[in-house]
Each structure stands twice: as C-alpha cells, then as structure tokens.
Nanobody, 111 residues
Framework: VQLQASGGGLVQTGGSLRLSCVASERTFIMGWYRQAPGKQREVVATISSVGHIYYADSVKGRFTISRDIRKNTVALQMNSLKAEDTAVYYC?????????WGQGTQVTVSS
C-alpha cells in the first residue's frame, strides 16, 4: 500500500490547515501521527472504515478526521492551531500485518 500525503505548510497561531492522504488500496484503519523535533512520534487521530474515530486529548475539539472510503482518502482538518502542533505529520495505515507510513508533511505554526 502506498500513501501520499499533502497539505502541510506554515500558518499563524489560531489558523487552520487541512491535510489529505490517499492510499493505493483500501485498508481498515487510517490515521495521522506527528513527530515534533526531539520528541517521539505520537498518534493524532485515527478512523476506521466503519467510522470509529479516536483523537488524542491534545487535539480534541480542534481537529477533525474524515474519510472517503470509495476514494481511499483520509483528511485531517486542523483548526485553532497552536505552536505545539508544529511537527511533521504522517499518514498511517496497516495492511497484511504491516504498519505503513506516508512520506510526512511539515506543519509549522508560528506565534
């Protein structure tokens, strides 16, 4: 499975960005992780093909994950961005027992 992410960029505090990721084939769970400099990669949000959604506490109420099953895409709408949201964001899925990652897209929130 190939994952292609897009949509990162530079935004001011309080602004919004939308990330998108397309997978080459359908998988059960898709999600977004992020890794800030000097920190471990952490889960941001995940969504299953039947609509089960998980959000990290740090993004609840600000981020929204959505999915188009027919197009094998997952999106992350990020609102009210904070400086601590600055990180490289990775699209993630699982297939055939393997954990798969997209190439990462930089999100920078300036104060």
């Amino acid at each position: 499975v190939q994952l292609q992410a897009s949509g990162g960029g530079l935004v001011q505090t309080g602004g919004s960005l939308r990330l998108s990721c397309v997978a080459s084939e359908r998988t059960f769970i898709m999600g977004w992780y992020r890794q800030a400099p000097g920190k471990q990669r952490e889960v941001v949000a995940t969504i299953s093909s039947v609509g089960h959604i998980y959000y990290a506490d740090s993004v609840k109420g600000r981020f929204t994950i959505s999915r188009d099953i027919r197009k094998n895409t997952v999106a992350l709408q990020m609102n009210s961005l904070k400086a601590e949201d600055t990180a490289v964001y990775y699209c993630n899925t699982h297939k055939y027992g393997l954990e798969l990652w997209g190439q990462g897209t930089q999100v920078t929130v300036s104060s």
